[in-house]
Nanobody, 114 residues
Framework: QVQLVESGGGLVQPGGSLRLSCAASGRNFEDYVMAWYRQVPGKQREFVAR???????IYTHSVKGRFTISRDNAQNTVYLQMNSLQPEDTAVYYC????????WGQGPQVTVSS
């Protein structure tokens, strides 16, 4: 089974930037479509962005033009660069496959507040 460890996150002012990383262990990482999700208390986890082995990306509408998902298959790592952050981006962020390939970790908290 693939294990995923997210890092990054923190507190940032509106308009700021953060970069999340997700390190994967296990075999055949490059074969999986990888994705970022986020969740706020009391709401369902929602899809944010995904990326195929070849680098094709899809984003949820609310983050288009602000977030960039990328991957380094040699390093078994997926990234989420988040720019122009807004308070509504505040959430716990998770990486996983699309569909999920591993149990959900704790995920880094991203808080956007002045």
């Amino acid at each position: 089974q693939v294990q995923l460890v997210e890092s990054g996150g923190g507190l940032v002012q509106p308009g700021g930037s953060l970069r999340l990383s997700c390190a994967a262990s296990g075999r055949n990482f490059e074969d999986y479509v990888m994705a970022w999700y986020r969740q706020v208390p009391g709401k369902q986890r929602e899809f944010v962005a995904r990326i195929t082995r070849g680098g094709h990306t899809i984003y949820t509408h609310s983050v288009k033009g602000r977030f960039t998902i990328s991957r380094d298959n040699a390093q078994n790592t997926v990234y989420l660069q988040m720019n122009s952050l807004q308070p509504e981006d505040t959430a716990v962020y998770y990486c996983n496959g699309f569909p999920p390939i591993s149990s959900w970790g704790q995920g880094p908290q991203v808080t956007v507040s002045s």
